[in-house]
Antibody
Framework: QVTLKESGPVLVKPTETLTLTCTVS??????????VSWIRQPPGKALEWLAH???????SYSTSLQSRLTISRDTSKSQVVLTMTNMDPGDTATYYC???????????????WGQGIVVTVSS | QSVLTQPPSVSGAPGQRVTISCTGS?????????VHWYQQLPGTAPKLLIY???NRPSGVPARFSGSKYGTSASLAITGLQAEDEADYYC??????????FGGGTKVTVL
């Protein structure tokens, strides 16, 4: 069974750096052309795609946020890590990690999602 | 302001047919990129409902269907049921912005 689970701080202060971890099970991050994306959703608002890492370690970022984002992976721990710098109250959201339906194609539709982690940015 | 425009809400009585539109532009849907649809029940993660414009993943009831035409796409729910009350999002790819989602549509079953 394929699962993804997000973990990290639930509260960060403005200007701090957020580090979130997505732990996957049921598939390998380094084989089978399986990648993982991060997507967020502010309270009561729409979904926003943030970043994706491919099984060959290639990365893709949201055009509007790429200067603040870094995505990486630790295949030995089956984890994908997202860091977002200079956090602002406007970054308060539920952050999800998700796997595409077709591992090698980010835009094939996100078929498996983690439960999400609510991150609040406040002093 | 989302790149893909959806109506904020639609409603219908049980058994009725409702449709949700997703309007894009020549840099996303109109450029030939596929559209996916998600259903999000309150307090839960989104669920892939339709992929590749009109395909249903295993387990999704046949009353959900998708179509695409020009710079727009639509999701239809035929035979609306109480459990269909949720938020629905369309998603595609944009040549300038990368992955994009619609603003979401709340479906209310009257």
């Amino acid at each position: 069974q394929v699962t993804l689970k997000e973990s990290g701080p639930v509260l960060v202060k403005p200007t701090e750096t957020l580090t979130l971890t997505c732990t996957v099970s049921g598939f390998s991050l380094s084989t089978g052309r399986m990648g993982v994306s991060w997507i967020r959703q502010p309270p009561g608002k729409a979904l926003e795609w943030l970043a994706h890492i491919f099984s060959n370690d290639e990365k893709s970022y949201s055009t509007s946020l790429q200067s603040r984002l870094t995505i990486s992976r630790d295949t030995s721990k089956s984890q994908v890590v997202l860091t977002m710098t200079n956090m602002d109250p406007g970054d308060t959201a539920t952050y999800y990690c998700a796997r595409p339906l077709s591992g090698s194609d980010i835009w094939s539709g996100f078929s498996i999602w983690g439960q999400g982690i609510v991150v609040t940015v406040s002093s | 302001q989302s790149v893909l425009t959806q109506p904020p809400s639609v409603s219908g009585a049980p058994g009725q047919r409702v449709t949700i539109s997703c309007t894009g532009s020549s840099s996303n849907i109109g450029a030939g990129y596929v559209v996916h649809w998600y259903q999000q029940l309150p307090g839960t993660a989104p669920k892939l409902l339709i992929y590749g414009n009109s395909n249903r993943p295993s387990g999704v009831p046949a009353r959900f269907s998708g179509s695409k035409y020009g710079t727009s796409a639509s999701l239809a729910i035929t035979g609306l049921q109480a459990e269909d009350e949720a938020d629905y999002y369309c998603q595609s790819y944009d040549t300038r912005l990368s992955g994009v989602f619609g603003g979401g549509t709340k479906v209310t079953v009257l």
